[in-house]
């Protein structure tokens, strides 16, 4: 099972990031489980969508150390630097089209916790959103949650500025697309000339003008991309109540899908 959830080449590339286990100079104390265990136990978590008690004893961590090990990487960033190390794997190898990008979100009902909003296409339930910005095959580049109500223009400046400077096979790192594709809920004149001043050429469907149909052709892949982040169950309704939390399952969930990219 642990061999199964956590292969060796990933497992390789989440040693670069993961810190250090503690050292107890006093000694004593109960025997640290591993940290490919606790990471298999974790990706059953995200991808099962089972509560941290229900995990099945056959992983060896319990749920409360499981949880308790993915709190301690959450606070350290450790999600985050593993779905850059991917990319930036995926961009040395070729992988990466910067040519077009897209942007979007998705809603997610919230049960509780901060960054939650009334959502205005679940009937003022609450819920939290996820914006996501993919290349032009799909892979996802920079992610972001915020509430349920806020417009999506507000989330394109920091998701631009989220794209981390990934490697390329020839040349320096690059972290900004040739084109930007949206649809009308990023119609805002903010977000255009945003992207103008750096150079950013942008194909924003116009409200009241033209269909966001039009983009189909360059934003279905956004839409698959939504549906291979739904493989992990964990975010079809959120449980957690720190917003970081949530944060950290999207970014497992966009490691995951870099991954199996990466091991094609």
Excluded at 18 to 26: D, E, F
Excluded at 40 to 52: H, M, P, R
Excluded at 194 to 205: D, Q, S, V
């Amino acid at each position: 099972m642990v061999e199964r959830l956590v292969p060796d080449e990933l497992w390789e590339l989440f040693e670069r990031v993961v810190p250090p286990a503690p050292s107890r100079p006093q000694g004593g104390g109960r025997r640290r489980y591993g940290d490919r265990e606790v990471l298999a136990a974790i990706i059953f978590v995200a991808t099962s969508g089972c509560t941290w008690r229900q995990l099945p004893p056959s992983f060896g961590p319990s749920g409360p150390t499981a949880h308790r090990r993915f709190t301690e990487w959450s606070k350290a960033r450790v999600w985050a630097t593993l779905h850059r190390l991917v990319l930036d794997e995926l961009g040395s190898r070729g992988e990466l089209d910067w040519s077009r990008c897209a942007i979007d979100s998705v809603n997610t009902r919230a049960l509780k916790g901060d960054l939650t909003g009334p959502n205005p296409v679940d009937r003022g339930k609450k819920g939290s959103k996820i914006h996501l910005i993919t290349e032009r095959t799909g892979l996802p580049l920079s992610i972001g949650i915020s509430g349920a109500n806020p417009h999506d223009s507000q989330a394109l400046e920091p998701l631009v500025r989220g794209i981390p400077p990934i490697r390329s096979r020839r040349g320096p790192r690059r972290r900004r697309p040739a084109t930007r594709h949206a649809d009308k809920g990023y119609d805002s004149g903010h977000p255009r000339r945003w992207l103008r001043k750096r150079g950013i050429r942008h194909r924003i469907a116009r409200k009241g003008i033209e269909s966001s149909t039009r983009l189909g052709r360059h934003r279905w892949t956004i839409e698959r991309t939504m549906s291979w982040l739904a493989g992990c169950r964990r975010l079809h309704r959120r449980h957690e109540r720190k917003a970081e939390h949530f944060l950290a399952f999207t970014a497992i969930a966009c490691s995951l899908t870099c991954y199996r990219r990466l091991a094609k």
